[in-house]
């Protein structure tokens, strides 16, 4: 089931999540195509990595991770900060990259995060109560039981000044001048409209 001819899934977090975010979708897949989660830096695993924490110096991170795999197809699946990485990735036309995945990603433009939600998340990071209202407030409906708490401990842990990168500059950069270049098909799967919740992030 993990032959040279499958694609491999690459999945990418959302911001203040980490490569354990996908365990349960990765779970659900049985082994049928090869996979790889990342821990972005500054979180998850890579916590403690160093920057800087650019949306261009995460698709090098990316790309090097992918170029680890071999001459082999892959497909990114990205979420909401993971799919603006993805998508600056593409932009630079990488071998084998055969689609994307894009779930409520943030976009190639600045995140429309408004400005006081913004501020609240960065006076926030590493305070539970905090972090459990950011939760709350990026979600449609509750995550259930392990998946809310695995998520929390997340946001907890990871580091601050990846935390404080994302949210003053990564999410305000601006990448759609290179939209353009990006040649594979893209599915984005989000939110309707009105159905958004008042802050963003994760």
């Given at each position: 089931?993990?032959?040279?001819?499958?694609?491999?899934?690459?999945?990418?977090?959302?911001?203040?999540?980490?490569?354990?975010?996908?365990?349960?979708?990765?779970?659900r897949l049985g082994g049928a195509l090869p996979t790889l989660a990342l821990?972005?830096?500054?979180?998850?695993?890579?916590?403690?990595?160093?920057?800087?924490?650019?949306?261009?110096?995460?698709?090098?991170?990316?790309?090097?991770?992918?170029?680890?795999?071999?001459?082999?197809?892959?497909?990114?699946?990205?979420?909401?900060?993971?799919?603006?990485?993805?998508?600056?990735?593409?932009?630079?036309?990488?071998?084998?990259?055969?689609?994307?995945?894009?779930?409520?990603?943030?976009?190639?433009?600045?995140?429309?995060?408004?400005?006081?939600?913004?501020?609240?998340?960065?006076?926030?990071?590493?305070?539970?109560?905090?972090?459990?209202?950011?939760?709350?407030?990026?979600?449609?409906?509750?995550?259930?039981?392990?998946?809310?708490?695995?998520?929390?401990?997340?946001?907890?842990?990871?580091?601050?000044?990846?935390?404080?990168?994302?949210?003053?500059?990564?999410?305000?950069?601006?990448?759609?001048?290179?939209?353009?270049?990006?040649?594979?098909?893209?599915?984005?799967?989000?939110?309707?409209?009105?159905?958004?919740?008042?802050?963003?992030?994760?």
């Amino acid at each position: 089931m993990t032959g040279p001819d499958l694609p491999t899934l690459v999945f990418l977090h959302h911001f203040g999540g980490s490569a354990r975010s996908w365990d349960a979708v990765i779970d659900r897949l049985g082994g049928a195509l090869p996979t790889l989660a990342l821990n972005l830096p500054g979180f998850g695993s890579a916590a403690d990595a160093p920057g800087p924490y650019s949306v261009s110096a995460y698709a090098d991170v990316v790309g090097a991770e992918i170029c680890g795999l071999g001459p082999r197809d892959f497909i990114l699946i990205g979420h909401s900060m993971g799919g603006k990485v993805a998508l600056a990735l593409a932009a630079r036309q990488p071998a084998g990259l055969r689609a994307l995945l894009l779930l409520a990603p943030s976009p190639p433009t600045p995140e429309p995060i408004e400005e006081a939600a913004r501020e609240e998340l960065l006076a926030g990071w590493g305070e539970y109560g905090a972090m459990s209202k950011a939760l709350a407030q990026s979600t449609a409906v509750p995550l259930p039981g392990d998946a809310g708490r695995l998520a929390i401990d997340d946001m907890m842990h990871c580091g601050k000044a990846a935390w404080t990168a994302w949210l003053t500059a990564g999410s305000r950069e601006d990448i759609s001048a290179y939209m353009p270049r990006v040649r594979t098909s893209a599915t984005i799967l989000s939110y309707p409209e009105h159905a958004m919740p008042s802050c963003r992030p994760p």
